[in-house]
């Protein structure tokens, strides 16, 4: 494939944080919205393809500043940021779910109605009865994790990354 622009006006690790920071903002004003977490697993999966291409493939310098031990390939760096963010499985599994109707993460399917706690658990003041819920991720061993605040540990995790 030819080498080219394909993003428009955005051509940086930087620039693209800051497309999935707007995305990110946008799901925590509409916390129930697909079309924003889509977006959000989209773009906090595929920054690591940006961030290996655009910034660690040809600077062992700035690798060796943000890894130890330092990846040599990209399937080693892949495989430190997934050991460094496990959120990134979820972006992974949400963003390759969404697109391809199928996940080689570790994600058995989204839930659109988590509650922020669980029947008969629920203290006064904690959740209102019918409130309608969050959205979450089941995982392949049957935890559910909440999709926002994973959504907010890999935007923290890239902003160390990109600026390292």
């Not at 819920?133 to 890999?154: H, N, T, Y």
Request: net charge negative; proline share 4%.
């Amino acid at each position: 494939m030819a080498q080219g622009s394909f993003s428009f006006e955005i051509q940086t690790p930087e620039e693209l944080l800051a497309t999935l920071k707007e995305d990110f903002a946008e799901l925590q004003a509409n916390p129930k919205s697909s079309r924003y977490a889509i977006h959000c697993a989209f773009l906090g999966w595929h920054l690591h393809e940006w961030v290996w291409g655009k910034k660690f493939k040809s600077d062992w310098a700035a690798r060796k500043r943000a890894f130890t031990p330092v990846p040599r390939e990209k399937d080693e760096f892949v495989a430190a940021v997934r050991n460094e963010c496990s959120d990134l499985e979820i972006m992974q599994g949400v963003a390759e779910g969404s697109k391809h109707l199928g996940t080689t993460a570790a994600v058995a399917g989204t839930v659109d109605d988590l509650h922020n706690a669980m029947p008969g658990r629920a203290m006064f003041g904690q959740m209102m009865l019918g409130s309608a819920g969050v959205l979450g991720v089941q995982m392949s061993d049957g935890k559910v994790v909440g999709f926002l605040p994973a959504v907010q540990r890999v935007v923290a995790y890239w902003e160390k990354i990109v600026s390292a």
